[in-house]
């Protein structure tokens, strides 16, 4: 059974720092795409980061880049997203998403609140 399992989110001031992890099990990790993405009350979910399967940044979206920076430990099957110089418009739920070489390889954690907030 595959799990994506998030954490490390939270309440933070404007300015502050986050470091959010996904834990992987039942999967071979190191084949998989990982993703992070985001979803704000009453909007969409939207990609924020993603990294190839040896751990290159591919993709950061416009609004993220310079302040987040995603990496992976395939050691761990372990993915993160250092999040830095938070803004309040970051608040939202992110989710991790492992993204395989089929169709149906595609998985969702559960997300972890991030909340910017002074």
């Known amino acids: 059974q595959v799990q994506l399992v998030e954490s490390g989110g939270g309440l933070v001031q404007p300015g502050g720092s986050l470091r959010l992890s996904c834990v992987a099990s039942g999967l071979a990790f190191n084949r998989y795409v990982m993703n992070w993405y985001r979803q704000a009350p009453g909007k969409e979910r939207e990609l924020v980061a993603a990294t190839t399967r040896a751990g290159g940044a591919i993709n950061y979206r416009d609004s993220v880049k310079g302040r987040f920076t995603i990496s992976r430990d395939n050691a761990k099957n372990t993915v993160y997203l250092q999040m830095n110089s938070l803004k309040p418009e970051d608040t939202a739920v992110y989710y991790c998403?492992?993204?395989?070489?089929?169709?149906?390889?595609?998985?969702w954690g559960q997300g972890t609140q991030v909340t910017v907030s002074s």
């Open positions: 998403n492992a993204v395989g070489w089929t169709s149906d390889r595609n998985y």
